[in-house]
């Protein structure tokens, strides 16, 4: 059966944390789908469509990595995809106790979508979206941060 892991976020904006998790994770699946979360209640920095452009940008010609808007419950998302896992990046004990407790709750909803979780690379793990926007806000470079691809134009517009 063919192994597809869910990775869901925000993405606001993609990190290098984010892209090492992926990466790292490809070998364990056939198939990882990037989960844009569309949620109306949370204020995000860049624009659904920003988000969604780099993710595709950061993958284009990784024909195992997929990019889909989502909203709803991840569990739900995980059953309209076929997934059967989800995959989280752990960076601080912070993380863990935060992903605990969503990972446990997943699981009481749906038994039978299993969360794997990849520990940071050492280098990303002091790294976020919330610290990157923060750099940005203050006219700061991120071109160490954020994924090569997207590093020109993150410095364009303070917000796009
Ligand atoms: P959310 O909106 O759920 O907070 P994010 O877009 O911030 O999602 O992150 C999605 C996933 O990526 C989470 O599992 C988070 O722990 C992980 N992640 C974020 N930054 C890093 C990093 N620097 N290293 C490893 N994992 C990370």
Do not use: Q
Not at 6 to 26: Q, Y
Not at 42 to 71: A, H, Q
Not at 141 to 157: A, L, T, Y
């Amino acid at each position: 059966m063919k192994k597809t892991a869910v990775f869901p976020g925000s993405f606001d904006p993609i990190t290098r944390g984010h892209e090492s998790i992926i990466r790292r994770a490809l070998p364990v699946f056939d198939e990882i789908i990037v989960a844009l979360g569309d949620n109306a209640e949370k204020k995000c920095y860049f624009s659904l469509e920003t988000r969604m452009k780099w993710l595709e940008r950061v993958f284009d010609g990784d024909p195992t990595v997929r990019i889909v808007k989502y909203s709803g419950l991840t569990v739900d998302f995980c059953v309209k995809m076929n997934a059967g896992y989800i995959l989280r990046g752990l960076r601080t004990s912070a993380d863990f106790e935060f992903e605990r407790t969503i990972g446990l709750m997943n699981k009481a909803i749906l038994p039978a979508i299993e969360t794997v979780f990849f520990l940071s690379a050492p280098e990303y793990a002091a790294l976020s979206s919330s610290v990157v926007r923060d750099i940005l806000r203050n006219g700061g470079d991120v071109s160490k941060f954020v994924p090569e691809s997207i590093s020109g134009e993150i410095h364009k517009k303070k917000s796009l």
